[in-house]
């Protein structure tokens, strides 16, 4: 058992020690409840483990939401020296670049409330959800390839997006460095058919309101009004991330195991930068990244579609643009300030998201002046939060924050724990419309199994890493 020590009221840090093979100290961003229920499960000896991977640099990171996960804590930050670190297919995740995007509406709830149960029939129609969806818009493995390397910029010239929403995109909807070449046959077969489905688990399409606005500046320059509506969508690379991950997870284990290197964890895997394994593993994950974008795009025209016919009107006219779509299970090579001198790292951000402060490069240019949006899901029938990132986060968390409410409960033990009459009596109770493919599932991702989102929000404020905007609440909910 490691012992943790107050920082103040939302850091909380084991210090390093180096009898315990630890190269950085663990800092843990949260309240004292969200302390407390981190300690529950494995996420800080997951954090301990990743503590002693080689040319860790400054901290091992867990943002409020953090949990146990595959081999690391979901919730986690790593950076890794760009020159002589390493990258580790654990780290990031199977669900490769699983996003969260809003998109704006000029609609309010009173305009929407009347055809809201149309408009859910027709995106749980239009947006294949669940275990094994797909969608067959005569896409094969050479569209993947283009998708692969093309990312978002691929789908919108074939008629699925708009140019616009690339602006509003991290990377621009496409990142760098893609090989479909080191994409496995399996990993394509897998996302031939999926290209433009949401799949299961924590994804989701949410019909939301604008229920407070808590900075009136920040709201207006997002385009946000209190009365709102919008739509969150939440995804990711489904079966073809998935399969990158599983492959390079073997590869890599049969690297360690070819060099003699010592396992930590057998699941916390890794490859030496500049490395053919680690090189190769890069390739193929933003391949998937670029996937992931293209899918986004795929099911936000579906989405756009789908309140085109409720309206009998087109989505420019319904005010339906992109705010913003951000990136969490993903590694990016970027400077940050180490110890007072800039440094190139690897920042692994598995179950986190950029939070970059006002001024940086990589924020698209309408929102540089301000900040990057953060966009912060809860939990089924929760509300949910935008942010904006701040300066914080750049001295403390490599520009990094959380990534939703963050689970207490197993899916097997929310299945067990929670009946499904009180999930769906509460969502009924909040006249929410829920559309799911299977409701004995619904429990998995009641609100009970989920950490409180407002004291997750309320603990990466009191850390300085963002700052509220919105606070949105659902109306319809379409899920896996």
């Known amino acids: 058992m490691v012992e943790i020590k107050k920082i103040n009221d939302f850091v909380w840090e084991v210090e390093k020690d180096e009898s315990k093979g630890m190269n950085v100290p663990i800092r843990l961003y949260g309240n004292e409840a969200i302390r407390g229920k981190v ?7 997951q954090a301990l483990n990743a503590s002693k991977l080689p040319s860790i640099v400054k901290r091992m990171l867990l943002m409020p939401d953090a949990h146990e996960g595959y081999s690391f804590p979901i919730g986690g930050v790593a950076a890794f020296d760009a020159d002589e670190g390493i990258v580790s297919p654990g780290a990031v995740g199977y669900d490769i670049n699983c996003s969260v995007r809003v998109i704006k509406t000029n609609l309010t709830e009173k305009e929407l409330r009347p055809k809201l149960a149309t408009l859910m029939d027709k995106m749980f129609k239009n947006v294949p959800s669940g275990v094994g969806s797909v969608m067959r818009l005569g896409f094969t493995e050479r569209d993947l390839d283009r998708i692969a390397v093309e ?10 997006g708009v140019p616009e929403d690339k602006g ?47 900075d009136e500046s920040t709201a207006k320059a997002f385009g946000l009004e209190k009365g ?12 073809f991330g998935h399969q990158v991950c599983s492959d390079y997870l073997r590869i890599c284990n049969d690297y360690m195991n070819k060099n003699n290197m010592k396992l930590l964890d057998p699941e916390l895997v890794y490859a030496s930068i500049g490395t053919k394994e680690a090189e190769d593993y890069l390739a193929a994950f933003r391949s ?12 936000t025209h579906f989405i756009r579609k789908s309140f085109e016919e409720t309206f009998a009107k087109s989505a420019d006219a319904l005010g339906m643009d992109l705010l913003y779509h951000l990136s969490h299970n993903i590694v990016k090579l970027e400077e940050h300030d180490v110890d007072g001198k800039k440094m190139k790292v690897y920042v692994h951000r598995k179950g986190a998201t950029r939070a970059f402060a006002p001024g940086r490069k990589e924020i698209p240019k309408e929102y540089r002046d301000v900040g990057q949006p953060v966009l912060i899901p809860g939990s089924m029938g929760t509300a949910s939060y935008i942010l904006v990132g701040r300066e914080g986060s750049m001295k403390e968390t490599f520009g990094s924050s959380c990534h939703g409410a963050g689970r207490v409960m197993s899916r097997h033990q929310a299945l067990r724990e929670i009946p499904t009459s009180k999930t769906v009596g509460e969502m009924e109770r909040k006249r929410i419309e829920m559309r799911v493919r ?14 409180d989102v407002d004291e997750v929000v309320k603990s990466v404020e009191g850390a300085g890493i963002s700052k509220a905007v919105a606070r949105l609440t659902p109306l319809g909910v379409a899920k896996g």
């Open 151 to 160: 990312g978002m910029d691929y789908v919108i010239r074939k008629g699925y």
């Open 228 to 239: 709102q509506v919008v739509v969150m969508l939440h995804s990711g690379s489904r079966g």
């Open 438 to 451: 299977d409701k004995k599932l619904v429990s998995e991702e009641a609100e009970w199994a989920y950490k």
């Open 288 to 299: 998937a990244v670029n996937f992931a974008f293209a899918n986004h795009e795929v099911m």
């Open 39 to 45: 300690e529950k499960d494995r996420t800080l000896s």
């Open 168 to 214: 509003r995109a991290e990377e621009n909807g496409c990142i760098d460095g893609a090989d479909p070449a080191k994409v496995s046959d399996l990993a394509k077969k897998r996302g031939v058919q999926q290209l433009g489905t949401m799949g299961a688990g924590n994804h989701f399409a949410e019909i939301q309101k604008i229920d407070k606005i808590i």
